[in-house]
């Protein structure tokens, strides 16, 4: 908390569109309904309990589905969020997203966010205007972690449900329940409830100040290819002869591809494209089984990164001219 007022933590909250802004023409119904159409102080104007918790600064970053993502809106937000920590008078931030790639964003963010002060990302799973709507406490709960001193040092934190998760470890595991935020390794950081705010263990891979990463409106092109019973090469050979600087593999158990995807990889790299292997699975890690098939293929291995976010830091990497002898230090890094 800074000097500038004694009482309460002043918190920004940029919205950008998603289930929690969402609107459906019958309370009864969860599906159907147009993301991102409440605005950011119909949504504060819904928890009329913040102001017990934060001084509320608000800004409609964006309006958009969160399936339309993309790293121009990225960009956008990342400088925003920077900023803002840079003013003395902010002690921290929550960002309010659609679910459908929460995880990629927070990942990013926890990469490239230049501060100690707490980043919190909340959405929801049914929309504004549903039965037992979700999104107003985990709203409520997102302020309160980001006032909290305790979340300060954490990088980027997911507040969803009643618990805390790191960017890093967080998914999504569900279409449709409210709990459908998880971390299936490492378990959520801690819990938030009824105004207080728990954290059971702290982030251990470095991130924000200590990420070399900066985040730019153009991000080299990453593609991700699914390897499954009888697999083809033609996405590999497509997206290599368009350019691509980089591919992740959605690998089968421990990061394993199909024999035709092994030679394909082999010629990717070939061309320079940088091959990182990750899973499908969506809970373990993919190991180098030393060194091999890496070796032979020239490829990397994500450790516990899901394919999306793998996606995200083979990007970041890139963009930052990592040289490919350095690039599985950078996954055994972040």
Not at 80 to 109: C, F, K, M, P, S
Request: aromatic residues 4%.
């Amino acid at each position: 908390m800074n000097s500038s007022h004694t009482s309460l933590p002043r918190i920004a909250v940029l919205a950008t569109g998603g289930t929690i802004a969402g609107e459906a023409g019958d309370a009864a119904k969860t599906s159907g309904y147009k993301a991102g159409v409440v605005g950011v102080d119909k949504l504060l104007g819904a928890v009329p309990s913040l102001a017990q918790v934060a001084q509320i600064q608000a800004e409609q970053v964006a309006s958009i589905d969160s399936k339309d993502m993309a790293p121009a809106l990225w960009a956008t937000l990342c400088a925003r969020v920077n900023a803002l920590l840079a003013q003395d008078d902010i002690d921290g931030i929550v960002i309010t997203h659609g679910t459908d790639t929460l995880e990629e964003t927070a990942y990013l963010l926890h990469l490239t966010v230049k501060s100690e002060k707490p980043v919190v990302l909340t959405a929801a799973m049914r929309p504004a205007t549903a039965l037992s709507a979700d999104g107003p406490l985990n709203l409520l709960n997102a302020v309160t972690v980001a006032a909290s001193r305790a979340s300060w040092k954490q990088g980027v934190l997911v507040a969803f449900n009643n618990q805390i998760h790191c960017a890093r470890d967080v998914t999504k595991t569900s279409t449709y329940a409210v709990d459908a935020f998880r971390s299936p390794e490492g378990g959520a950081l801690g819990w938030v409830q009824d105004g207080q705010v728990e954290f059971q263990r702290s982030v251990v891979r470095p991130h924000t100040l200590h990420s070399p990463f900066q985040m730019s409106a153009e991000l080299p092109a990453v593609e991700i290819v699914v390897s499954y019973a009888g697999a083809s090469r033609a996405a590999i050979d497509a997206f290599v002869a368009i350019g691509v600087k980089g591919l992740v593999i959605a690998g089968t158990g421990n990061g394993s591809l199909h024999s035709t995807l092994q030679q394909a990889v082999v010629d990717a790299v070939k061309q320079g494209v940088a091959v990182v292997r990750s899973s499908r699975v969506g809970a373990g890690h993919v190991m180098r089984n030393g060194a091999a098939p890496d070796d032979a293929l020239g490829s990397l291995t994500a450790g516990a990164l899901n394919p999306y976010k793998a996606r995200v830091l083979l990007m970041l990497a890139l963009s930052a001219g990592t040289a490919p002898a350095d690039l599985q230090r950078v996954f055994d890094t972040y």
